[in-house]
C-alpha cells in the first residue's frame, strides 16, 4: 500500500493545489488534526489535508475528493467529518480512482486495489467491478458537477 511517505517527489502536493488544497506533514506518532478514522487516516480542515508519513496514499485521496465534491456552503464549514449524501460519496471514489494516475508511483489500478484491502465494499465485490460496470451515476454526478469531462478527464474545479 502506498503512503505519503513513499511519495517521494511534489506530485500529490502538485495535484491537491491544483484544487486550492494544501498539505500539511504531521510528525510520526502525532495525532492527525481533522482525521474522521483516526490512526494514520487523513485529516481534512478547511482547505487543508493533514498527512503522516504512514497515511495511505488512498485516504488522502479519498478525504481532497470529498473537499473537491462538496458545495461551497459545506466546505466553509468543513472540519472533520466532510458530511454529504450516498451519491457524493460515490462520486468521490470515483474521483478518487480517476485522480491516482496523476500521483508518482501510484495508477488508478493501484488505488482501486487498496481500496478493496481498506476495506471499501460494493456491490460488485471490488472496486474495479464497480468502477467498470456500476459506477454509471458516480460518472453522471461528476459530470454534472462540471470536475471530469466524458473522457474522465479532471476539470481542475471544485463543486460550486
Given at each position: ?79 472533520t467529518d466532510a458530511g ?45 467491478a464497480w468502477f467498470k ?28
Open positions: 500500500m502506498q503512503t505519503f511517505g513513499d511519495i517521494k517527489d511534489d506530485s500529490l502536493a502538485a495535484l491537491m493545489s491544483r484544487f486550492g488544497i494544501k498539505i500539511h506533514a504531521v510528525e510520526p506518532g502525532e495525532d492527525i488534526p481533522g482525521s474522521h478514522f483516526g490512526d494514520s487516516e487523513a485529516g481534512l480542515i478547511d482547505s487543508n489535508l493533514y498527512l503522516r508519513a504512514d497515511t495511505p496514499t488512498h485516504s488522502a485521496l479519498h478525504e481532497a475528493c470529498h473537499y473537491i465534491c462538496m458545495d461551497n456552503q459545506r466546505r466553509e464549514h468543513l472540519h454529504g449524501g450516498y451519491d457524493e460519496e460515490n462520486a468521490v471514489c470515483y474521483l478518487q480512482i480517476v485522480l491516482a494516475k496523476w500521483i508518482t508511483g501510484n495508477s488508478s489500478l493501484q488505488l482501486m486495489n487498496e481500496m478493496n484491502d481498506w476495506g471499501y465494499t460494493f456491490r460488485l465485490g471490488s472496486a474495479l460496470e456500476d459506477a454509471e451515476d458516480a460518472k453522471q454526478w461528476l459530470l454534472d458537477s462540471e470536475l471530469i469531462t466524458p473522457d474522465n478527464t479532471p476539470t481542475w474545479k471544485t463543486r460550486h
